[in-house]
């Protein structure tokens, strides 16, 4: 496994949280020309995809980074998980998208304390990260 920076994981959450604000502008922008009837469907859309692309995106060595990410509505989920799959964060989502209503705000969250050094690149499986091309792969839907 390559050794990645202090600078480098600075580097990628920078990058990755400009990545997440352009997006949410994007998706904010988005949202109000569809309109109030289409905003719940597109939402629960958005979160499911959002988190299969970045499940699917994490390297897995012990599977352990990929099951810790997290879905949930209106809390930002707080702490790691146990063990679980990337399969059992995917069902997590589904559950939390069947929740969805106006005005919700859902979060999909990783807490484990190396997950900034696989979204720099620390892992040869995924050197450009997760979320960040995720992000980048949604933002080629909106207009």
Not at 29 to 40: E, K, N, Y
Not at 42 to 53: A, E, S, Y
Request: no cysteine; glycine share 10%.
């Amino acid at each position: 496994m390559p050794v990645v920076t202090e600078a480098q994981i600075e580097a990628a959450r920078f990058k990755t949280f400009e990545s997440a604000a352009s997006f949410n502008r994007a998706v904010a922008d988005f949202a109000d020309s569809i309109g109030p009837t289409m905003l719940v469907p597109f939402h629960k859309k958005l979160h499911l995809q959002g988190l299969r692309g970045i499940v699917q995106k994490t390297p897995v060595d012990t599977g352990r980074a990929r099951g810790n990410w997290q879905s949930s509505r209106d809390i930002e989920p707080v702490g790691e998980l146990g063990i679980r799959s990337g399969g059992d964060a995917v069902s997590e989502g589904v559950t939390v998208t069947r929740t969805l209503a106006p005005y919700t705000v859902s979060y999909i969250t990783n807490n484990l304390p190396y997950i900034e050094f696989l979204e720099a690149g620390g892992s040869d499986q995924t050197p450009a990260g997760m979320v960040s091309v995720t992000i980048t792969e949604l933002e080629t839907q909106f207009p």
